[in-house]
């Protein structure tokens, strides 16, 4: 069996994506308590403008043209980037997680970050 380079890099993406949840899931197991779950939500939520409004693509958010719908998309993006941030800090704040599971929310959104931004370099590179 052969493996192409974008099978490795796939390959790839696909662990950091899942270690990213392993984390995410970890965060509440470890500590029981489900709350850190909810910032979960945004990893769904990130991707969406792209699907809807970039046609799948990436490409939109690193141009300078607009438009009302690709400034609407490139809005949301970045507010549901802000909130994977934010949820885990406000969630620490009300007193509903401890510090650690905070931390561990944090990695997991920086692996989550990282996969995204190897795939848009993927996906600039090689055509899918």
Not at 36 to 43: G, H, K, N
Not at 106 to 118: A, G
Request: charged share 5%.
């Amino acid at each position: 069996m052969v493996f192409s380079s974008s099978n490795a890099v796939l390959a790839g993406l696909a662990f950091m994506f899942s270690s990213s949840i392993l984390l995410q899931i970890l965060a509440c197991a470890i500590y029981n308590n489900w709350w850190p779950m909810l910032s979960a939500l945004m990893y769904v939520l990130v991707p969406m403008p792209c699907l809807f409004f970039g046609g799948g693509s990436t490409q939109f958010l690193v141009s300078r043209d607009g438009g009302g719908w690709i400034n609407g998309a490139k809005f949301l993006t970045g507010a549901s980037a802000v909130g994977s941030i934010a949820i885990p800090i406000i969630l620490r704040h009300a007193g509903l997680i401890g510090t650690g599971a905070m931390f561990i929310e944090f990695t997991s959104f920086f692996i989550f970050v990282c996969t995204v931004l190897c795939f848009h370099r993927a996906t600039l590179e090689d055509e899918w």
